[in-house]
């Protein structure tokens, strides 16, 4: 992803709002440990981070964590540069047996689903013992893919290119701790 000057995401910045603070999303990482604490309480599963957008939620939620678990990674995308396509480029396959496991993935945002629904479907061939999805946002319209739900969701957001929180606004702005979007009247 090619570089973009600090003054054009400054701008980016001063032109966009946020709808989510970074209060509000620090409580729905507690809310989705305290289900996840449940959920797994001694399975010992392994928590697999879909990169990149992963990252951030799973180091978040990590820390919350009382179960025992291994930490691994994926890396699979649809999106080239925030052009959306339907064909799923696997950047990295897990390079651990996942047969008979119970295997968590943490992702940042569940959209249309399509790439959580094409790892599941890749995971599932190894014959886990169980697949669960876990993200910190739902993004709420009616495109999401059929036959195929997550298990654990943070927080519902609106229908609008977010960033912030593992989510890339042109390759940055990840670290942000809230949820933004650019305003409606600034949109290009
Ligand atoms: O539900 P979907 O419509 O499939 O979209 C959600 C996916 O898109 C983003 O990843 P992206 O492919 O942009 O890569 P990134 O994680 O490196 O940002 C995000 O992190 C999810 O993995
Ligand atoms: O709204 C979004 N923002 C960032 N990355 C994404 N990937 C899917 N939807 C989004």
């Given amino acids: 992803m090619s570089q973009i000057s600090n003054k054009e995401i400054e701008q980016t910045l001063r032109n966009s709002e946020c709808l989510i603070s970074s209060i509000e999303v620090a409580a729905a990482y507690e809310r989705l440990a305290a289900q996840l604490n449940l959920h797994y309480a001694g399975l010992n599963p392994i928590v697999m981070v879909v990169m990149n957008g992963g990252l951030i939620p799973a180091g978040q939620l990590l820390t919350h964590l009382t179960f025992y678990h291994r930490m691994h990674y994926i890396h699979a995308s649809r999106y080239r540069e925030n052009e959306g396509t339907n064909e799923l480029v696997w950047k990295f396959k897990p390079d ?71 989510m890339d606004f042109h390759g940055y702005l990840r670290h942000l701790p809230g949820i933004y979007a650019i305003k409606e009247d600034k949109l290009p």
């Fill in 96 to 166: 651990v047996d996942i047969s008979g496991e119970h295997v968590l993935l943490v992702d940042d945002i569940f959209d249309e689903g399509i790439t959580l629904k094409a790892i599941v479907e890749e995971l599932k061939k190894e014959n886990p013992k169980s697949v669960d999805c876990c993200v910190l946002l739902n993004k709420v319209h009616d495109r999401k893919v059929e036959d195929f739900k997550v298990d654990f969701v943070g927080l519902d957001v609106d229908d609008r290119y977010v960033y912030g929180c593992g």
